[in-house]
């Protein structure tokens, strides 16, 4: 039993990180595919630290990119940056504090390090001057988007979120745990993770990460932010990988009847990186939601 679990562990584990590949990092200034427009890297103050981001594209419609756990902007949506329309948005792509280029402080995770996070994520948008800003979320980034939207409603223009979760249950647990040794997971998923924090502090912050989420358990219902999704009010877009192992389809369902007008679009083949493996579908969908084009 235990090493059946441990395997169904791993093998979730290689899908939620196979974002992190070599293949899907984002060159700093690197010529982006499209228009001919570059990718700049810069880090501004922030509430106290300095947040790192990278910015393409020279449209009138601001995008900001969410990253998931350990992530960043270069390691979670290398596609997005390269390849999303640069004419008609200015994508922002950004690494929440303690995560990526954002260091230091070394990331924790207090009882509201979501809330924190989305603060974060609009101060920065402000400090950059963009006057109204859409959320593609992924993972922990789809939470802080919720929570951003619901919070700062007359700052969010629209919202894509997929893998996200309003509140954490047994099975979800059980996930979690499985996680927190590093030292058991395969040399192709820790490896670029390594690469990007160095091994102590890749171990020491995905057991940080896994204390992090899991506080949500205890407390009633399981809730990190379902009490704030009545809140949101921008147009919203849930999409769902039918077989992400991670995160089980009552959570986008969950999110969808509790978040007023939004729309679910189920993905047959996507997993939990389904923004990665089918990038130009994704990218397509987000970027006629974005521009009203979605029925």
Sequence with gaps: MAAALNSQVLRRLRILLSALKPGNQVSRARPAAAF???????KVAVNGVHLHYQQTGEGEHAVLLLPGMLGSGETDFGPQIQNLNKKLF???????????????PDRDFPADFFERDAKDAVDLMKTLKFQKVSLLGW??????????????????????IWGANAYVTDEDEKIYQGIRDVSKWSEKTRKPLETLYGYDYFAKTCEKWVDGINQFKHLPDGNICGHLLPLVQCPTLIVHGEKDPLVPRFHADFIHKHVRG??????????????????????????????????
């Design 36 to 42: 001919g427009t570059s990718v700049t890297s810069a």
């Design 90 to 104: 200015t994508v922002v792509a950004w690494d929440p504090r303690g995560y990526g280029h954002s260091r230091p």
């Design 262 to 295: 939004s729309r679910l679009h189920l993905m047959p083949e996507g997993k939990h990186n389904l923004h990665l493996r089918f990038a130009n579908e994704f990218n397509k969908l987000a970027e006629d939601f974005l521009l009203g084009k979605h029925t």
């Design 139 to 160: 993972s922990d980034g789809g939470i802080t988007s919720l929570i951003a939207a619901a919070k700062y409603p007359s700052y969010i223009n629209k919202m894509v």
